[in-house]
T-cell receptor, first 115, second 111 residues
Framework: GAVVSQHPSRVICKSGTSVKIECRSL??????MFWYRQFPKQSLMLMAT?????????EQGVEKDKFLINHASLTLSTLTVTSAHPEDSSFYICSARDVENYGYTFGSGTRLTVV | DAKTTQPNSMESNEEEPVHLPCNHSTISGTDYIHWYRQLPSQGPEYVIH???SNVNNRMASLAIAEDRKSSTLILHRATLRDAAVYYC????????????FGAGTRLTVKP
């Protein structure tokens, strides 16, 4: 089946630095990928929709200058958390839609801790 | 997308069947019913989906009410590895957009 690889699985960074998270569709092309954030004991919250070759669409309340999304190819989307602060510590999850199989496949998530 | 309502939590004993309910009274004719589950510290994984008829796969069964306003995910023999949060989500077949999650049901499986 469709596989989405997300890297890194865990990252610890200092406050004020930037962190890049990669999301790759391994065996299918994904024109659209999605980024979610999940705080402990809460559900996934959609942050943005990433479209290959165009600007991402951000959900209300998500700062686009802080969470930079790049979807330069049909198999790779990246999320960069810029000038990270402790409140950005969360579990970030990407997903891609496998158009042929009408399914959404999720990455394994990235645990970001900002100290 | 139409909204779904699920119990916050459920408990089951190992090797017993589990029935996870989902209400979706405002479902439209083109909404598919999807179930995903999220194991601790992992991304969600697909479980099953259906439109009108009951569906079976190697993971679970999906029973859809005749009026489609509710559905039930059935795990035939729960194992400890089935402990997860289960999400019932409606997706419009013609909507090429995102998948949004509700609170889901946290399933605890007791040995």
């Amino acid at each position: 089946g469709a596989v989405v690889s997300q890297h890194p699985s865990r990252v610890i960074c200092k406050s004020g630095t930037s962190v890049k998270i990669e999301c790759r569709s391994l065996d299918f092309q994904a024109t659209t990928m999605f980024w979610y954030r999940q705080f402990p004991k809460q559900s996934l919250m959609l942050m943005a929709t990433s479209n290959e070759g165009s600007k991402a669409t951000y959900e209300q309340g998500v700062e686009k200058d802080k969470f930079l999304i790049n979807h330069a190819s049909l198999t790779l989307s990246t999320l960069t958390v810029t000038s990270a602060h402790p409140e950005d510590s969360s579990f970030y999850i990407c997903s891609a839609r496998d158009v042929e199989n009408y399914g959404y496949t999720f990455g394994s998530g990235t645990r970001l801790t900002v100290v | 997308d139409a909204k779904t309502t699920q119990p916050n939590s459920m408990e089951s004993n190992e090797e017993e069947p589990v029935h996870l309910p989902c209400n979706h009274s405002t479902i439209s004719g083109t909404d598919y019913i999807h179930w995903y589950r999220q194991l601790p510290s992992q991304g969600p994984e697909y479980v099953i989906h259906g439109l009108t008829s009951n569906v079976n796969n190697r993971m679970a069964s999906l029973a859809i009410a005749e009026d489609r306003k509710s559905s039930t995910l059935i795990l035939h023999r729960a194992t400890l590895r089935d402990a997860a949060v289960y999400y019932c989500i409606l997706r419009d077949f013609y909507n090429n957009n995102d998948m949004r999650f509700g609170a889901g049901t946290r399933l605890t499986v007791k040995p």
